[in-house]
């Protein structure tokens, strides 16, 4: 599970770090008690975090590199 945020052209791209952690951690609660309602009792979760700007994001389709199965 992914999530991407983007910051809107023409706002300040320098999203206070307080704010930025106290969004994550609330995410992480709601997932966390969602996850501990629906799935398995031995089920684990783990949570990655990091922030970076996309300087350049050269996005593309995807592309089959082999050929097609009939």
Known sequence: M???FTIPPGLPTNVR???RTAAVDAMKTT????????????TSMTMRHEWLYA????TTEPVTLGPETP
């Open 2 to 4: 992914t999530f991407e």
């Open 31 to 42: 997932v966390t008690a969602i996850a501990a309602r629906e799935l398995p009792p031995e």
């Open 17 to 19: 770090t307080n704010r």
């Open 55 to 58: 300087w350049q994001d050269t």
